[in-house]
T-cell receptor, first 114, second 113 residues
């Protein structure tokens, strides 16, 4: 398996624009997570899906952030409108079953909002 | 919710020495404690994990100890090598409350050759 695949690897956008980050989890994994990493706040869980259903989205910063998982092999994280403070590395991770099994991280998307 | 404190924030050791990173957690119901290693510009990767039914686990040069009473767990790396240089994150997960994996703030380990 190629592991968790994220796209794009890098994204530079202007404030106010919509940004969509994409993730393909490892086949057979039923849990998917979106994390945000910054120097100030470290690794933060944004949202957690189990069997394509959002289980916990309490980490989503505000209504500008939304995430979907239309099927077992694809998820998106959308920011609309984007702001400079959204600049961070966004990681997608998947695990075989829930948060108490090994999470495999994607390469991350480095987002810069100018 | 769960709160995970990690110390130290930076650690510098000589090649061949041991390194110890410590974490404390707040939720006594937490039962899963993984450690992730993140090299510069790379993704976090699991290096070892421990569950609350054991007190210690070892994998070659890496070991983790867990003290449930004191609510702390530690990562021990022996015979450190330059390739051990990275940021290490501890995390804790519990089946109550938010049921989320909470990460510590990270420790930047530098192994001097």
């Amino acid at each position: 398996d190629a592991g968790v695949i994220q796209s794009p690897r890098h994204e530079v956008t202007e404030m106010g624009q919509e940004v969509t980050l994409r993730c393909k989890p490892i086949s057979g994994h039923n849990s998917l997570f979106w994390y945000r990493q910054t120097m100030m706040r470290g690794l933060e869980l944004l949202i957690y899906f189990n069997n394509n259903v959002p289980i916990d989205d309490s980490g989503m910063p505000e209504d500008r952030f939304s995430a979907k998982m239309p099927n077992a092999s694809f998820s998106t994280l959308k920011i609309q409108p984007s702001e400079p403070r959204d600049s961070a590395v966004y990681f997608c991770a998947s695990s075989r079953d829930g948060m108490n099994t090994e999470a495999f991280f994607g390469q991350g998307t480095r987002l810069t909002v100018v | 919710g769960e709160n995970v404190e990690q110390h130290p924030s930076t650690l510098s050791v000589q090649e061949g020495d041991s390194a110890v990173i410590k974490c404390t957690y707040s939720d006594s119901a937490s039962n899963y404690f993984p450690w992730y290693k993140q090299e510069l510009g790379k993704r976090p990767q699991l290096i070892i994990d421990i569950r609350s039914n054991v007190g210690e686990k070892k994998d070659q040069r890496i070991a983790v100890t867990l003290n449930k009473t004191a609510k702390h767990f530690s990562l021990h790396i022996t015979e450190t090598q330059p390739e051990d240089s990275a940021v290490y994150f501890c995390a804790a997960y519990g089946d109550t409350g938010r049921r989320a994996l909470t990460f510590g703030s990270g420790t930047r380990l530098q192994v001097q050759p």
